[in-house]
């Protein structure tokens, strides 16, 4: 009998050697398969990284203010919450991302600024932003116990800005603030200044 007859008897006459092996083969394979990928989320995240990098470029050839703003409305939110974290490890400040852009619970990054920790609310808005966003942050700052950054790309109304002054902790980024942060401008950001 030939070897691989001989193994194939062996298998037949034995169906639980037979289901072990075809176990541990499948084992290893799925072991094969799945080294060196990447998860899905994983991906997504060097892919928004990646775009992140072109609309920074994109934006240096932007000639005025006004397109930029307008430029950084259309982009995928995803990709303005890596903007602002890239424009912030640009001026040498550690940020750590979410391990998911969703289900963050109004948190989209954080950074540490001279030893202090600060939360980032990102809103990629068109229109006025919305008051219960800020007292929504305002509220995860007091449980974390430090301070954010709110940075959006609309238009901050008169119950915001009454908001922002009931949650001192809550600085405020957007309009030329927001696009000196993205063209590397550096800024002082310091506890318990308004932004």
Not at 64 to 83: C, H, M, S, W
């Amino acid at each position: 009998m030939m070897p691989l007859q001989h193994l194939a008897a062996v298998l037949l006459a034995s169906p639980l050697l037979s289901a072990a092996l075809t176990g541990v083969f499948i084992g290893v394979m799925a072991i094969f398969s799945l080294r060196g990928r990447k998860t899905a989320c994983q991906r997504r995240h060097g892919q928004y990284q990646a775009a992140a990098e072109r609309v920074i470029q994109r934006l240096s050839q932007l000639s005025g203010d006004a397109q930029r703003l307008t430029y950084l409305r259309k982009i995928n939110p995803y990709v303005f919450e890596e903007v602002l974290l890239l424009a912030f490890e640009r001026q040498g400040h550690p940020v750590k991302r979410n391990a998911s852009y969703s289900g963050d619970g109004g948190l989209d990054g954080q950074v540490f600024i001279a030893g202090e920790r600060y939360l980032i609310q990102a809103k990629r808005y068109g229109k006025t932003i919305t008051p219960s966003h800020i007292q929504i942050f305002g509220a995860l700052l007091l449980k974390e116990r430090c301070e954010g950054f709110f940075i959006h790309t609309g238009r901050t109304g008169h119950f915001s800005r009454a908001l922002l002054l009931a949650h001192p902790q809550v600085h405020l980024i957007s309009g030329q603030q927001l696009l000196d942060l993205l063209a590397g401008k550096s800024h002082e950001f310091q506890q318990g200044k308004k932004q």
